[in-house]
């Protein structure tokens, strides 16, 4: 930080959160297990090709690798993964990528398969140690059907003998769940054109001596009712989240019955995207930890389960990953703020003490060039409100001219049910320190707001959210915050839909980029994966029935609209949005005279995970907005070819 401030536009200052600080020096954290004084957790790393490591942390708090450096521990079940592993007794259990063979590792021994090579994907795994049973939901892509068939299966955990069916018949599976006396199993199912957020169904079955199972039989779910992470308390209770009161609450399945253990008007749940999701764990009997979520900001909370009592823990952190562990008083979790990065942390739940576990990034400049992000609340269509983060630029070296205004990024989030946190990212800062305006948006459809907010987007993706992202940015000018003739719109997946929409829709927006975005809705409904390839019925409307409205809001037939210059980036390994809606879309608007540039990412899918990708992505879109909105860039940046732009 220098002492004099050097006089300059926005978007031009320079910065020490460079793009290539970001890719190399942040790893994402994730699903944490516990395993006697043993703590586990699982890290992408970009600098490694992206690659999932398991890591380890002991008692003497040494962190190790514990998953070989040839080996990524992620699964593809439903294309989004998660819970690709189990740890018991030191014994791994774990999905690689490549091979998608689920593998056992025994401690001081290498990882082994003990799945067929052939195209069977395991996820969410429950080890049954008096019958020797490992159990998995499974993603049989074999049968040569249109679809892959999703099951509970019973494996061996040796791999020594086959895997035997538990499940069938419904299309989704999820959270099978042994009772502490393995007396009895509960899972998680759905079935199309539903997502888990949409309904679920709880269901519980005796468990024979030889492993089958007996009296299955509906505990809670059904229509209009969505059910996340059952889970079994030390006695045998059974435990789950259940939307029913239009908030993601806590309930328990005791004498026959269900009843609500805590009633708030937060969310104690989440979207169930990705497998082996946990939003609380037992302390004890009596008391649960739990992460509550409202109005984008989380916090952590124990629960009084005998007097259906919620008390908040006074705690430095506004935002949670989905994963939770309790042991000896201490809550082991995933915690950011909007200061610090995410990090994996143990919290006395007695005292608040806070034990930081393992950062995932290093600072990459001192907090002075942090933007703090102000929660916004804005009016929308329909006498509604909706809601953002708004980060103003900020860096202590730079001042702007007397009179400027910043340009403003509007950052639309994927999913679309889905939601941003006010976390520190330092993604986010990139741009806020060169001098950009930065607007996150937790449009109509966004979780964490209850389930009517939630469904605001029901038959009107495309149309809500556009509204929300245009308000948003009219709310931020109107009141001298930005500059109206530099606004751009980026999002990525269905984030990057809405981006390509509101180009079409709008003149607000001067620039826009499209990360691996939707572009073709009637394209994507028969060339997507099983998981969501029904999404779109609740989104847009029912196939075929409604074609014409596929089309109609299909940014792909839209193009004679679009006047803003439009970069797309797009992994060319994408299974979820395939590589050709993005090359479809490019040469329409090379065709109509549109300024375009077009990025492909070898090796990558959705969503990009190597480190080179990383930089060049964010690099590629500060030299996309210096082109349209007229500045230079403080540090020298590889070029993107923009077709059509005018001299």
């Known amino acids: 930080m220098s002492a004099t401030r050097q006089l300059g536009p926005y978007g031009s200052w320079r910065s020490p959160i460079t793009a290539g600080a970001i890719a190399a020096g942040v790893v994402a954290l994730g699903q944490i297990q516990l395993d006697g004084e043993d703590v586990y957790w699982t890290e992408l790393r970009p600098e490694e090709s992206g690659r999932s490591v398991l890591v380890r942390r002991g008692p003497d708090r040494v962190i190790e690798d514990v998953t070989p450096p040839d080996l990524n521990v992620r699964t593809r079940v439903h294309e989004y993964g998660g819970g690709a592993y189990l740890v018991r007794a030191a014994t791994v259990w774990f999905t690689n990528f490549s091979d998608q063979r689920l593998y056992r590792q025994d401690r001081g021994s290498p990882p082994r398969a003990i799945s067929p090579a052939a195209d069977l994907r395991h996820a969410d795994f429950e080890l049954d140690e008096r019958r020797g049973r490992l159990y998995a939901v499974r993603e049989d892509h074999t049968t040569g059907s249109t679809w892959p068939v999703n099951s509970i299966v019973s494996l061996d955990p040796h791999g020594s003998s086959p895997a035997t069916t538990l499940l069938a018949g419904n299309d989704f599976y999820s959270n099978p769940r042994l009772s502490p006396s393995g007396s009895h199993l509960c899972w998680l199912t759905w079935n199309h054109p539903n997502m888990p ?19 299955q039989r509906k505990v809670a779910g059904g229509a209009e009712e969505s059910i996340f992470q059952p889970a079994w308390s030390p006695a045998g209770v059974l435990y789950f989240t259940s939307d029913r009161s239009s908030w993601w609450n806590l309930y328990r399945w005791r004498n026959d019955g269900v009843e609500p253990v805590v009633e708030v008007a937060a ?3 989440v979207t169930q995207w990705v497998f082996g999701s946990s939003t609380y764990a037992f302390a004890s009997e009596d008391r649960i930890v739990c992460q509550v979520r409202s109005k984008g900001v989380a916090g952590l909370a124990v629960v009084d389960t005998k007097a259906g009592k919620l008390e908040g823990l006074e705690l430095p952190f506004t935002a949670y990953g989905a994963t939770v562990q309790a042991r000896a008083g201490r809550a082991i979790t995933i915690a950011a703020s909007p200061a610090e990065a995410a990090a994996v942390v143990a919290v006395d739940l007695e005292t608040g ?21 102000e929660a916004i609340e804005f009016p929308t269509e329909g006498n509604r409100t909706a809601h953002a983060f708004y980060y103003p630029p900020l860096n202590p070296d730079h001042s702007p001219p007397s009179g400027e205004l910043p340009p403003l990024i509007v950052y639309v989030h994927g999913g679309p049910t889905s939601a941003v946190s006010n976390a520190l990212d330092l993604s986010d800062q990139f741009w806020t320190s060169r001098g950009f305006a930065y607007l996150k948006v937790n449009y109509g459809g966004s979780t964490g707001y209850g389930r009517e907010y939630r469904r605001r987007l029901n038959g009107r993706w495309g149309v809500v959210d556009v509204e929300d992202c245009v308000n948003a940015a009219r709310y931020l000018v109107e009141r001298g915050l930005a500059d109206r003739e530099r606004v751009a719109i980026t999002g990525g997946s269905a984030g990057g839909y809405t981006v390509l929409r509101a180009l079409a829709g709008t003149r607000v927006f001067k620039a826009g980029a499209s990360h691996f975005g939707v572009t073709d809705l009637e394209l994507l409904h028969s060339d997507t994966h099983k998981f969501e390839s029904m999404y779109d019925q609740s989104l847009v409307g029912r196939w075929p029935q409604e074609r014409e409205l596929y089309r109609e809001r299909s940014p792909i037939h839209s193009v004679d609209r679009i006047t803003a210059a439009v970069l797309i980036l797009q992994g060319l390994e994408d299974r979820v949005v395939p590589a050709n809606q993005a090359e479809l879309m490019v040469e329409a608007l090379r065709r109509k005279g549109v300024p375009v540039a077009y990025l492909p990412f070898e090796g990558e899918q959705h969503g990009f995970r190597m480190a080179k990708s990383i930089k060049r992505s964010l690099e590629a879109e500060l030299y996309f907005y210096s082109r349209i909105f007229g500045f230079e860039p403080a540090d020298p940046i590889e070029p993107v070819a923009i077709e059509n732009l005018p001299a």
């Open 197 to 215: 957020w949409d309904c679920t169904e709880l269901w519980v079955a005796e468990m024979a001596d030889d492993g089958g199972l007996r009296a």
């Open 353 to 373: 003490v806070v034990e930081v576990l393992r950062r995932s990034a290093a600072q990459a400049a001192d907090g002075s060039y942090y933007s703090i992000p």
């Open 267 to 269: 969310e104690l749940g």
